[in-house]
């Protein structure tokens, strides 16, 4: 056997690129915004790709990075021209690809076997090869993060199976040890689990991806060798992605889809939880593939069971998880649920209904005292029964359901998930309309909320001292700004019964009802130390604050305790006449 040669060149190389960007990003983040060092980050992504290229003495790695690139700009030209389906030039660069780079000669089959393809059969089908993988990543990068997974396992996989396959330090190897370095230099970019890759890097990587695994086929090894990592790696989204096409042509109900991953979130799974469950499902079965493929049944045989035990059986569980089980993980408490969800979870939520939604859709989040106000408010109480999302705010509410027998896994400040939905508009662009408070108070917290999340889009703000038949207008102006995300500052209840009698006025919207957060946010008011929150004292530090305003309202914290205390001993005759 001849010795293996090593280019030690092209590997000092990809290296010293690595410790030039690594140094980079570090110089970048002193002295750059947090949405310019983004952008910035980005462009010095594609920059270590083309130098890699242009260093190279391979042309077909010069080729591959060079389709790269190109996919890059096409994605680039579709986030500018919405409007329009490009999605056909990832198609012509693929027959670009065909014609002057690494082609598909050949399919492996049983014992041994090939079919090798006619030279207008291999264009054809190596078009389509590529113009497959920019597209499936774009569809996968629609989960935050899970690209990012993924990505890693393909390139890990890819240069597991090339050298036991060719015996060499082939062209696929060294674009494996670059992508993998490449995405260890930018894993912040890539494995932040609330993040998106976007179009101009998922069909740089998809493109990358598909490039790589057919240069090992052109070369002589077999079709199952490299090609079936992408495929078994992407099994589940492809299969996924080809039920969502069929059943949107025959199903009755065109809004369905067919998703694991959003399966998993109906069923009370939290957005991180749901990626790493379905990303390791997907690797787990790439894995399996290689190591049946360099002749290692048994390793083969153990991964495929230990995904089993380890993802498998956990997402059926929560697949197969009888539906009365809603009701016991939300805790309810006088006519009205409280959701039981991590603050990840609730976030992912909204993501998930601007992202893929089509009616407005309301979020409010009750403490003590609104809890209190469903026993007397038959309005309030169907606002509340009717809300999407119900998040329990306040340490009162905290330990009276906990004192109940139904304690919540988390307690979810408005403060604080205003300060997520602002973070998440920032990251995805999506506009944010401020209504209420005090003349002045509504814009000062969205300047100093785009000052702490650079790249937070502002839709408009309003104060909230207006007559209802200025609701009109005000809803139109929301509207026609592009909202997505609607923070109503009004009081509670009036801030809910606005958002209800509106709600279909208000175009796709997440509404939310956040009481006097934008005078902590604008810094109008301080928000309590962190242990009294810890301690449930809030309600004394803001008392302490607004005395005049505070006082009254809190006199019903007394009768809340007494009211909990009746209904842990069976004292408590209150009954919603609904259920009656």
């Known amino acids: 056997m001849s010795p293996v040669l090593v280019q030690w060149n092209t590997l000092a190389q990809i290296g010293l690129i690595g410790l030039v960007a690594l140094a980079s990003q570090r110089l970048l983040r002193r002295f750059l915004e947090r949405d310019q060092y983004d952008y910035m980050k980005d462009i010095l992504f594609v920059a270590c790709w083309l130098v890699f290229g242009l260093l190279s003495e391979s042309s077909t790695i010069g080729l591959i990075v060079s389709a790269g690139t190109a996919a890059c700009l096409i994605g680039i030209c579709q986030r500018i021209f919405r409007s329009r389906d490009l999605r056909w030039a990832f198609l012509v660069l693929g027959a670009f690809i065909a014609l002057f780079g690494p082609r598909i000669f050949f399919v492996g089959l049983p014992e041994g076997r090939y079919l090798y393809l006619s030279p207008l059969v291999s264009v054809i089908v190596t078009s389509l090869w590529m113009g497959l993988f920019p597209l499936l990543l774009q569809e996968l990068d629609q989960v935050p ?35 993998l370095l490449f995405l260890a230099v930018f894993w912040s970019r890539h494995g932040q689990v609330y993040r998106r890759l976007g179009e101009p890097l998922a069909a740089m990587w998809g493109m990358l991806a598909a490039s790589a695994s057919t240069i090992g086929v052109s070369k002589g090894v077999a079709f199952t060798t490299l090609m079936i990592l992408p495929i078994g790696l992407f099994a589940l989204p492809i299969m996924e992605f080809s039920l969502r096409i069929v059943s949107r042509a025959v199903a009755t109900n065109p809004q369905s889809e067919v998703s694991l991953y959003r399966k998993l979130l109906d069923r009370g799974l939290d957005h991180p939880t749901a990626v790493r469950l379905v990303a390791g499902i997907c690797s787990s079965l790439a894995l399996s593939i290689a190591l049946l493929q360099v002749d290692l049944y048994v390793p083969a045989a153990a991964t495929a069971t230990g995904a089993f035990v380890l993802f498998v059986l956990p997402a059926l569980r ?53 809890t209190l106000r469903t026993r007397y408010d038959r309005r ?25 027998g139904s304690p919540v896994q988390q307690r979810i400040p408005g403060v604080e998930f205003v300060e997520q939905l602002c973070r998440l508009s920032a990251s995805e662009r ?24 650079p790249g937070m889009v502002v839709a408009g703000t309003h104060h909230g001292y207006f007559r209802k038949e200025e609701e009109e207008a005000l809803c139109r102006e929301i509207r026609e700004a592009g909202t997505r995300i609607l923070l109503v500052g009004l009081g509670v209840p009036q801030q809910e019964l606005f958002i209800r009698r509106n709600l279909s006025s208000l175009g796709h919207v997440v509404a939310m009802g956040v009481g006097g957060s934008f005078d902590v946010l604008s810094g109008r008011l301080r928000r309590a130390p962190v242990f009294m929150q810890k301690l ?5 530090f803001r008392l302490c604050q607004e005395p005049r305003a505070r006082f009254r309202k809190d006199l019903g914290l007394f009768l809340f305790a007494v009211l909990v205390l009746m209904k842990r001993c069976g004292l408590d005759r209150w009954k919603d006449a609904e259920e009656a």
């Open 430 to 453: 999506w506009p944010v309309y401020f209504l209420g408070a005090k003349e002045g108070i509504a814009k000062a917290a969205a300047e100093k909320l785009a000052e702490k999340y």
């Open 145 to 179: 993060g899970l690209a990012g997974f993924l990505l890693a396992t393909c390139w890990s996989l890819i240069l597991l199976v090339s050298f036991p396959a060719t015996h060499s330090f082939s062209e696929s190897f060294y674009i494996g040890v670059a992508a």
């Open 536 to 540: 449930g004292l809030e309600w004394l």
């Open 318 to 370: 929560k697949l197969l998880a009888p539906a009365n089980r809603e009701s016991e993980r939300n805790p309810s408490l006088w006519g009205i649920r409280i959701d039981n969800v991590s603050l990840n979870f609730a976030v992912s939520k909204v993501k998930s209904w601007i992202a893929y939604g089509n009616r407005g859709y309301v979020i409010i989040t009750p403490d003590a005292l609104a």
């Open 380 to 404: 309030y109480r169907e606002v509340a029964r009717e809300a999407d999302l119900v998040l329990p705010d306040g340490m009162g509410l905290i330990q009276a359901l906990k004192f109940l």
